[in-house]
């Protein structure tokens, strides 16, 4: 069965830094590319960014761009995401997924897995 599974999720302080990791198990997706959405209360899910299977080439919202860095560790099947002066509009469910292209992921998402979410609550 396959599995993604966040972690590293809680609350921070406005300014402050949290580490995301998603490890998957149950198939390897080093071939994969991968992503990581978030979702608020009352809105829709939403890109945040993305890094394709050789984790060459990462794409990120405009919304955290410069801010956040993803990056991912084939060998171990894990991906992180690296979020810095965090804002309180960061606070959302974060999730791990996994398919379709890193460079249109924004757009056309085309995921085939889903992690099952971490909180994250920025304080103002």
């Known amino acids: 069965q396959v599995q993604l599974v966040e972690s590293g999720g809680g609350l921070v302080q406005t300014g402050g830094s949290l580490n995301l990791s998603c490890t998957a198990s149950g198939r390897t997706f080093s071939t994969s590319a991968m992503g990581w959405f978030r979702q608020a209360p009352g809105k829709e899910r939403e890109f945040v960014a993305a890094?394709?299977?050789?984790?060459?080439?990462?794409y990120y919202a405009d919304s955290v761009q410069g801010r956040f860095t993803i990056s991912r560790d084939a060998a171990n099947n894990t991906m992180y995401l690296q979020m810095t002066n965090l804002k309180p509009e960061d606070t959302a469910v974060y999730y791990c997924?996994?398919?379709?292209?890193?460079?249109?992921?924004?757009?056309?998402?085309?995921?085939?897995?889903w992690g099952q979410g971490t909180q994250v609550t920025v304080s103002s």
């Open positions: 997924a996994a398919g379709g292209f890193a460079a249109t992921m924004a757009t056309q998402p085309r995921i085939r897995y």
């Open positions: 890094i394709t299977w050789s984790a060459v080439s990462t």
